[in-house]
């Protein structure tokens, strides 16, 4: 078996980024940006985007920061309420500013306040989004407090997938950042419209790397790490080869003193190094054939968008992350500060 030290690769796409807004999006847009060509930028910012004027402001102020503003294109996403304005949203899906819609249940994560407190107010937006095929990315939890926390992607699956896809059987939904047995199981018995998104830190880590030897707040986002056979279901998951789970870092940047707090913020600044760590996984499971796919391919084509046309090069190189990042007057910390990583883009 010859062991591989490098390979070169279609130019990746993140399906999930956390760009924030002002002194955090200065910082943090370019470590996406010089490795990944596209990316979905979460609208949970204040206030939501729920209007193409605010999204293109939005955009400006991402593409203001990169660079080469050719070489990375922000795709936007609409942020659904109980009160969505289809009209608006069908507007900026056409002049493609909107590439998806986000659903936040309410109050389920960061700045989801202004999430859909019950899906059935918004069956009439999902009637439109079916028509046009306008793709449905949904945080899948249902966060009640009767619900306990490790329990919130399973009920969600039972209590608001499964009857949303009986009323809307072509709607494209994509289940992010998903985190369990259940969710993977669901998605390899679905058909051609529902795929799902796996995020770096759910793949290698599991609840104990958060809580059993001291509690580790850069460990910490929603959905929250979950036992060890969810982990393995998900690392299962790859190695199906199946071209509906696609390549989504969530990566979640907050300051230090918000992170490392007595009531600390979810969310896990992972883009330094995600692409380091999904290479991490997919060697040590053995199935470096599917890399490719799952970070350059499946996304693309699950979403009718095309193939990127630029390469890059991975190297396997050890490499030391970075304690911290300044941002102003504050810090970022990127997750596994301090810790070796084993691949590294060519030229970064
Ligand atoms: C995200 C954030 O910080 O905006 N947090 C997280 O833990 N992933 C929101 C989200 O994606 O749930
Ligand atoms: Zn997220």
């Known amino acids: 078996m010859t062991i591989k030290t490098s390979f070169k690769m279609i130019q990746p796409d993140d399906w999930h980024v956390h760009f924030r807004r002002g002194k955090i999006l200065k910082t943090v847009v370019h470590f996406t940006s010089k490795i990944f060509y596209r990316a979905f930028v979460m609208p949970n910012v204040i206030p939501p985007i729920t209007t193409v004027k605010n999204a293109e402001n939005y955009r400006k102020e ?8 050719k070489q990375f294109i922000p795709l936007m996403v609409f942020y659904l309420t109980d009160n969505t304005d289809v009209n608006e949203l069908v507007y900026g899906y056409k002049k493609n500013i909107f590439y998806a819609c986000k659903l936040y249940p309410i109050n389920s994560t960061i700045n989801s306040e202004y999430g859909v407190s019950d899906i059935k107010k918004i069956y009439h937006v999902l009637s439109v989004m ?8 949904i945080h899948g939890e249902l966060a009640k407090n009767c619900i306990d926390i490790f329990d919130r992607e399973a ?5 608001i997938m499964l009857p949303l896809r009986n009323r809307f059987p072509m709607l494209k939904v994509v289940l992010e ?6 969710s993977v199981e669901y998605v390899l018995r679905s058909n051609q419209y529902t795929a799902a998104t796996i995020t770096p830190h759910h793949l290698m880590f599991n609840r104990n790397h958060m809580l059993s030897d001291g509690i580790k707040p850069h460990f910490y986002s929603f959905p929250i790490l979950k036992r060890k056979k969810h982990q393995e279901a998900l690392q299962y998951a790859l190695t199906t080869g199946c071209d509906r789970f696609f390549l989504g870092t969530d990566t979640a940047p907050h300051f230090q003193s918000d992170k490392e707090s007595c009531c600390g913020k979810a969310g896990i600044f992972n883009a330094p190094i ?3 760590m999904y290479a991490t ?8 054939k599917y890399f490719e796919a799952f970070c350059s391919l499946n996304g693309p084509k699950f979403y009718n968008l095309p193939i990127n046309k630029d390469n890059i090069i991975l190297i396997k190189k050890s490499d030391t992350i970075y304690d911290s990042i300044d ?16 691949w590294s883009v060519l030229g970064n």
């Open 274 to 276: 995600a692409l380091s």
């Open 155 to 159: 009920e969600f699956i039972k209590q």
């Open 62 to 69: 991402i593409l203001d920061v990169v660079a080469n503003k």
């Open 281 to 288: 996984v997919f060697e040590k499971l053995n199935i470096l």
């Open 130 to 137: 079916e028509y046009f095929g306008i793709p449905l990315l």
């Open 327 to 342: 941002c102003y007057n504050n810090k970022i910390i990127p997750f596994l500060a301090g810790k070796k990583i084993k």
């Open 177 to 182: 950042h998903i985190t369990t047995k259940e």
